[in-house]
């Protein structure tokens, strides 16, 4: 990236389930610049757009709040909210947990080593992991109980086991 320039980009592709939106975008925007970009509909402007402010990325605001900003993003105000709306479904989970289970201060604590085992396998940093291995462990758990429920406690960390050995970033998640 030269000194003058605020973004620059090579070769920026999208795609999505095969059908290709983006191919081969180059662009390069210096500082007082104005570009714009004109096409049909269809033509991906949407896509391209998401793609260099990393709409597509909900890591954005962490990993390069510098071309977050540029978009014209709030980064501080965008990272309160995320983590107060986080904190607001947490406390929802607690209303709506409080009338089935007893409010203690040990709440869930029966279920926090399944809930890393889902994350762990999902893969860290993995939101659709955790959702896919959750609902994917949740029905080997009840089928377990079924037919052989002694083994049903020990079954989640026997996968979790043999995932970190194939897979040591999890299912869905990428090595550092």
Not at 10 to 17: C, G, N
Not at 64 to 76: D, E, H, M, Q, S
Not at 122 to 148: H, P
């Amino acid at each position: 990236m030269r000194g003058d320039t605020i973004l620059e980009t090579e070769d920026l592709s999208k795609d999505f389930a095969g059908f290709v939106a983006v191919r081969a975008v180059n662009l390069r925007v210096a500082r007082g610049s104005i570009h714009a970009m004109i096409g049909p509909n269809g033509a991906g402007k949407t896509t391209c757009f998401n793609l260099l402010s990393k709409f597509l990325n909900p890591h954005a605001p962490t990993e390069n709040p510098t071309l977050v900003r540029a978009f014209g993003i709030n980064v501080p105000r965008m990272m309160t909210l995320t983590y107060g709306f986080g904190v607001g479904l947490a406390g929802l989970a607690g209303v709506m947990a409080a009338p089935i289970y007893n409010v203690s201060p040990q709440m869930g604590s029966d279920i926090i080593i399944v809930v890393f085992a889902v994350v762990v396998i999902g893969g860290m940093g993995s939101i659709m992991g955790a959702i896919l291995t959750g609902f994917t462990l949740g029905i080997v758990e009840g089928l377990t109980k079924v037919f052989f429920p002694e083994a049903s406690n020990t079954v989640i960390f026997a996968i979790m086991i043999i995932v970190l050995f194939i897979r040591p970033a999890g299912l869905f998640g990428r090595l550092a």
